[in-house]
T-cell receptor, first 112, second 109 residues
Framework: ETGVTQSPTHLIKTRGQQVTLRCSSQ?????VSWYQQALGQGPQFIFQ???????GRGNFPPRFSGLQFPNYSSELNVNALELDDSALYLC???????????FGQGTRLTVV | EDKVVQSPLSLVVHEGDTVTLNCSYE??????LLWYKQEKKAPTFLFML??SGIEKKSGRLSSILDKKELFSILNITATQTGDSAVYLC?????????WGAGTKLIIKP
């Protein structure tokens, strides 16, 4: 039990739709990172938020966006869904950007 | 491109065997090397390595880092069926973790 919760656990969307995934971090964790993990691969870094500001971004297009709120919750938004967006989306929280990260259970997104 | 490479990609052994998993990385922006175990969804933290040659140990698991040759190994002794999982290593590169593809370990009874 990491104290990081994600919702929903599973989601099916149609190509072209928009989706919002949610993450609730541990209290006091000012940093949240989002990762995309395709089947059989390691996670890929999407972006990181620190104190409600984007702190770094991986190689993902602008239709992937995020928000972090003062209550230690955060969102990952994906617009114009594509079939290749089907993956497990993981959020990880930590007290500061460069300390051990604790992962949520992930959201399995299927785009059809 | 900043990469982390793990080998082997998959491994099947019998209960009681010892396994060694490998992880190599590129030196760019290196801060630490982390090992995680992923069974169903969330990766769970195993080790963080920052210094060369200092073994970290937790029960039957141990890990060591070689910063000169840019690799790390994860050893599991006296394996049990509960050790079956994907083992991921990741390089802490400033604000992000760069992940390997993982080693899928299957322990047969």
């Amino acid at each position: 039990e990491t104290g990081v919760t994600q919702s929903p656990t599973h989601l099916i969307k149609t190509r072209g739709q928009q989706v919002t995934l949610r993450c609730s971090s541990q209290s006091g964790h000012n940093t949240v990172s989002w990762y995309q993990q395709a089947l059989g691969q390691g996670p890929q870094f999407i972006f990181q938020y620190y104190r409600e500001e984007e702190n770094g971004r991986g190689n993902f297009p602008p239709r992937f966006s995020g928000l972090q709120f003062p209550n230690y919750s955060s969102e990952l938004n994906v617009n114009a869904l594509e079939l290749d967006d089907s993956a497990l989306y993981l959020c990880a929280s930590s007290p500061t950007p460069n300390t051990e990260a604790f992962f949520g259970q992930g959201t399995r997104l299927t785009v059809v | 491109e900043d990469k982390v490479v793990q080998s082997p990609l998959s491994l099947v052994v019998h209960e009681g065997d010892t396994v060694t998993l490998n992880c190599s990385y590129e030196v760019t922006n290196f801060r630490s090397l982390l090992w995680y175990k992923q069974e169903k969804k969330a990766p769970t933290f195993l080790f963080m390595l920052t210094s060369s040659g200092i073994e970290k140990k937790s029960g039957r698991l141990s890990s060591i880092l070689d910063k000169k040759e840019l690799f790390s190994i994860l050893n599991i002794t006296a394996t049990q069926t509960g050790d079956s999982a994907v083992y991921l290593c990741a390089k802490d590169s400033n604000y992000q973790l760069i992940w390997g593809a993982g080693t899928k370990l299957i322990i047969k009874p």
